[in-house]
């Protein structure tokens, strides 16, 4: 029988956490957000995107540097450390950097001194100790990490494969490229990096409806939302011809139309006809101070946290602000799961969901912007707000407010990066959240890579706002 508790040690202490979680989370719970260091300013970090695509929770563990505390589960007897900020950082090295941060720009550290050779090693073993990246893994610790050399005991490991052309190919089995599947003629295959389609929200949405606190019907948006992912599924039904690769993602692309793709434990590389990216978006937190403290984080990695690794957040008190349809989930989610949500509502509209809010017993507020969001030590973050310049009516006042942590809902950055190495005509476009396919439209967007594969940009990915389907796709769904 498994315990209900393990133990690990960080900082020389033990401490005590429930298992089938993630080391983040097993930390958070405990107090501990800082889980590393920025490399510049040495500023803390904590968990960012919890989806293994940042820096933000790299920790050293069993002596092994640079492990992803999010996607790494706890386990019984593990050590855990921040890694070594570097002998100059603390509070002198920062104070420097904030005066004289300008003659440092991004990326100096890399960017500097790259030829001749000799300069260059030079300058980056003067450099690498300052970043605070951790040092090599302890002698010990590596070879256990490495797998099995011996006959008696082989290592797991299955090759890497070529899946060969895989036709018409959807990357991302959320609404968008569900709907995108079961409007197209003859086989798809789809690739998600989740275990089940219907993307990011789909498990949240699924524990919404299930929440006899929170009942979801009183979020139409979200309760339609849902409605789709269900009316989605039926129809995937009858379609023998629509093939899911779950749990593996697209990490590159190179031209003209070749793919790396990546499970679990094996690499894999194919090539596409056509290519539908329904990748969907990322979190971004927006520009005011302190968007980088521990403990502030974006809908998509709360909806991780929460679903994937059971973060408890009953009688916490959580302050969820912005606007959107992220917002409505994110803030439902947590309610259903025993958080205190104080709201705060930076668009008007959704008149029926802040109705639901006030009758659940929402702290709810408007017609305030954030001015910052700092730490408050134990684990707390304090937000203040000042007045919204636009509002009318009569005169709003500052407001401070004290949170366990803080979610920031708002329009996603669209996830690009490999239509991008594919050669795909990209523009930045503020209104879309960042950069999208020049001629994206409703969400959408239909052309060709340079050489002249198919290519659909669909969903959030086109700039769409999530919850507000492509409407090309609905109607065809439908139909
Ligand atoms: S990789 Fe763990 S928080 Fe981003």
């Known amino acids: 029988m498994s315990s209900n ?23 958070w719970e405990n107090g501990v957000r800082h889980l590393s260091h920025s490399h510049k300013y040495g500023k803390p970090r904590g968990v960012n995107c919890a989806r293994g695509h940042c820096t933000s929770c790299l920790m050293r563990v069993d002596g092994i540097p640079n492990v992803r505390t999010c996607h790494t589960p706890v386990q ?119 275990l089940q389609p219907g993307g990011q929200r789909a498990s949240a949405l699924g524990t ?24 989605l599924h039926e129809d995937l039904k009858d379609r023998s011809d629509i093939h899911f690769h779950l749990g593996m993602r697209a990490i590159a692309g190179y031209r003209p139309n070749g793919l790396v793709l990546r499970d679990e434990h094996n690499l894999f590389t194919s090539t596409f006809t056509n290519l539908i990216w329904a ?37 916490k008190r959580v302050l969820v602000l912005g606007c959107g349809f992220d917002l409505w989930l994110s803030a439902a989610l947590l309610a259903a799961r025993g958080a205190s949500i104080s709201l705060v509502v930076t668009e008007p509209g959704n008149n029926s969901e802040v109705s639901a809010a006030v009758d659940l017993g929402w702290q709810l507020t408007t017609g305030l912007q954030l001015s910052e969001i700092r730490e408050q030590g134990l684990g707390l973050v304090e937000a203040t707000f000042v007045p919204r310049a636009s509002t009318p009516g009569p005169a709003h006042s500052h407001m401070r407010l004290k949170a366990d942590f803080a979610v920031i809902c708002g329009r996603g950055k669209p996830a690009y990066d490999i239509p991008y190495q594919l050669g795909a005509d990209l523009t930045a476009q503020t209104e879309l959240g960042g ?36 409407a090309s796709n609905e109607k065809k769904v439908s139909s």
């Open 76 to 194: 019984e007897g593990m050590v855990v450390e921040i890694q070594d900020a570097g002998a100059f950082y603390g509070p002198p090295m920062q104070k420097i950097l904030s005066i004289g941060g300008h003659l440092f720009p991004v990326g100096f550290y890399y960017k500097w001194f790259t030829k001749p050779a000799v300069l260059s090693r030079f300058f980056l073993d003067q450099i690498r100790p300052l970043t605070g990246v951790g040092r090599l893994p302890d002698p010990s610790a590596a070879v256990a990490d490495l797998p099995a050399a011996s006959a008696e005991q082989p290592a797991e490991i299955i090759p890497s494969a070529n899946l060969g052309n895989l036709g018409t190919l959807i990357i991302g089995a959320g609404p968008s490229g569900l709907a995108a599947a079961l409007a197209a003629n003859g086989p798809v295959t789809i690739i998600d990096d989740h």
């Open 435 to 470: 950069y999208a396919p020049r001629g994206a439209k409703n969400g959408s967007f239909s052309g060709q890579l340079p050489n002249g594969h198919g290519i659909q940009v669909l969903g959030e990915a086109a700039g769409a706002l999530p919850g507000y389907p492509a």
């Open 279 to 315: 990748a969907g978006a990322l979190d971004t937190l927006g520009l005011f101070p302190g968007n980088d403290t521990p403990g502030v984080i974006g809908p998509r990695a709360a909806y991780r946290l929460l679903q994937r690794d059971g973060l408890k957040v009953e009688g």
């Open 5 to 27: 508790k393990v133990t690990i040690k960080f900082g020389g202490k033990s401490i005590t956490c429930r298992p089938d979680t993630s080391l983040a989370v097993a930390l």
């Open 208 to 231: 919404l409806a299930q929440s006899t606190t929170t009942k979801i019907e009183r979020f139409g948006i979200l309760a339609s939302a849902h409605k789709r992912l269900k009316t």
